[in-house]
């Protein structure tokens, strides 16, 4: 990645367009999908969480 060849340590809280929750109800679901990605976040010490968001 670009980023990591500028010592920048790259996390990523998902690798495709999957969430990472079971809820079925949407407004749920993304609640806790983002919920879990902050988890993720947090534990790698991060600095800054960045959303990029495809829309074909």
């Known amino acids: 990645m670009h980023l990591?060849?500028?010592n920048v340590k790259v996390v990523l809280?998902?690798?495709g367009p999957h969430s990472?929750?079971?809820a079925r109800n949407l407004k749920q679901?993304?609640?806790e999908d983002l919920n879990k990605?902050?988890?993720i976040a947090n534990a790698a010490d991060s600095?800054?969480?960045v959303g990029i968001k495809?829309?074909?």
């Open 4 to 6: 990591e060849r500028h």
């Open 13 to 15: 809280t998902r690798t």
């Open 20 to 22: 990472l929750s079971s």
């Open 29 to 31: 679901n993304k609640r």
């Open 37 to 39: 990605r902050v988890v």
């Open 47 to 49: 600095d800054l969480f």
């Open 54 to 56: 495809y829309v074909p």
